[in-house]
């Protein structure tokens, strides 16, 4: 029993078709390009304490961020006390308030101490970000 397309291989067709291999090489090529994307970017990793009676507050503009080894970010940006208590001043004179979010590992004393500098200069409302449970 003959089959058509070996016939065709014998009696005409010379060469295999490699078009459909081809398509399928840069398919994958394009997945796996995509797929490679997803990489995480860097960023400051804090993990917040839970918290069952959290409430859900409005942004803040001004952001502290204390990671788990006590370095203390402004927006970000790596900052020391000295230069906090002189931003807490001018936010104090703009009436407005402040988000503090500690890792769920970080020292207590340094969390207490930022947050008595704020009081300090005259800021009312300091907030302690947590997740809830």
Request: charged share 25%; glycine share 4%; net charge positive.
């Given at each position: 029993?003959?089959?058509?397309?070996?016939?065709?291989?014998?009696?005409?067709?010379?060469?295999?078709?490699?078009?459909?291999?081809?398509?399928?090489?840069?398919?994958?090529?394009?997945?796996?390009?995509?797929?490679?994307?997803?990489?995480?970017?860097?960023?400051?990793?804090?993990?917040?304490?839970?918290?069952?009676?959290?409430?859900?507050?409005?942004?803040?503009?001004?952001?502290?961020?204390?990671?788990?080894?006590?370095?203390?970010?402004?927006?970000?940006?790596?900052?020391?006390?000295?230069?906090?208590?002189?931003?807490?001043?001018?936010?104090?004179?703009?009436?407005?308030?402040?988000?503090?979010?500690?890792?769920?590992?970080?020292s207590l004393g340094r969390v207490v101490e930022i947050w008595d500098m704020a009081r300090e200069t005259g800021i009312s409302?300091?907030?302690?970000?947590?997740?809830?449970?």
């Open positions: 029993m003959r089959f058509k397309g070996r016939m065709e291989l014998e009696h005409g067709l010379k060469q295999i078709d490699i078009a459909p291999l081809i398509d399928i090489i840069f398919q994958l090529l394009i997945f796996f390009m995509l797929t490679s994307s997803f990489i995480m970017q860097p960023g400051i990793k804090i993990n917040l304490p839970k918290a069952v009676t959290s409430e859900v507050v409005k942004f803040e503009k001004i952001e502290i961020m204390i990671t788990a080894e006590n370095v203390t970010y402004l927006n970000e940006k790596v900052v020391t006390l000295k230069d906090l208590k002189l931003l807490f001043g001018q936010v104090a004179k703009r009436k407005q308030s402040v988000l503090i979010k500690a890792d769920q590992r970080t409302q300091i907030n302690i970000a947590t997740n809830q449970e």
